[in-house]
């Protein structure tokens, strides 16, 4: 199986900042990667495919980079409403795997 | 609007057996692939299986294979899951998940459903 590991695992920052997540893959995964959000008690949503494609509606504040087994998501200008638990999730192959997750947290 | 929306969690001795249903509106859902991933509580996410548009292509995680069957109603635009021989680890929300192609090849997710509870004890 492919393990990803993302870091940092929490991170702590203030409306206006801009802040990067890594992503990690234990293998070459070329550019199957996606990143969503999920926030308590409400159903996951998709942001960045292809490690680089917004999905379609989601502002252009967050931005994917990378290809192979390194990959960042970066949210810019950070509002209230961004402060949620962000993971990345590969599927170059089964069984599809996830990191286990970056909390971000206001400061 | 996409719209998932599961049900059939509850609680569940171990040994026992759940189906979870998906229901779902706001596309053609007999055009996509759909599937189900699950997330123990305080836990990271686990994908649980994965069906192609027509039904006639099913994957499952090796933890869950032999136990679950994925399964689809494209007339009832309805997903299921059919969950045997329960474990306490299987206890998780269980998300339904929409994929943006039909097949059932490794996917990212478009959409996704609020979840449903599992809970498996005596």
């Known amino acids: 199986d492919i393990q990803m590991t993302q870091s940092p695992s929490s991170l702590s920052a203030s409306v206006g900042d801009r802040v990067t997540i890594t992503c990690r893959a234990s293998?070459?995964?070329?550019?199957?990667l996606a990143w969503f959000q999920q926030k308590p008690g409400k159903a996951p949503k998709s942001l960045i495919y292809a490690a680089s494609s917004l999905q379609s509606g989601v502002p252009s504040k967050f931005s994917g980079s990378g290809s192979g087994t390194d990959f960042t998501l970066t949210i810019s200008s950070l509002q209230p409403e961004d402060f949620a638990t962000y993971y990345c999730q590969q599927y170059n192959s089964f069984p599809i795997t996830f990191g286990q997750g970056t909390r971000l947290e206001i400061k | 609007e996409v719209q998932l929306l599961e049900s059939g969690g509850g609680l569940v001795q171990p040994g026992g057996s759940l189906r979870l249903s998906c229901a779902a509106s706001g596309f053609t859902f007999s055009s996509y692939a759909m599937s189900w991933v699950r997330q123990a509580p305080g836990k990271g996410l686990e994908w649980v299986s994965v069906?192609?548009?027509?039904?006639?292509?099913?994957y499952y995680a090796d933890s869950v294979k032999g136990r679950f069957t994925i399964s689809r109603d494209n007339s009832k635009n309805t997903l299921y899951l059919q969950m045997n021989s329960l474990r306490a680890e299987d206890a998780a929300v269980y998300y339904c998940a929409k994929a943006p192609y039909s097949s059932s090849w490794a996917s990212f997710f478009d959409y996704w459903g609020q979840g449903t509870l599992v809970t498996v004890s005596s």
């Open positions: 069906i192609s548009n027509s039904g006639g292509s099913t």
């Open positions: 293998q070459d995964i070329s550019n199957y």
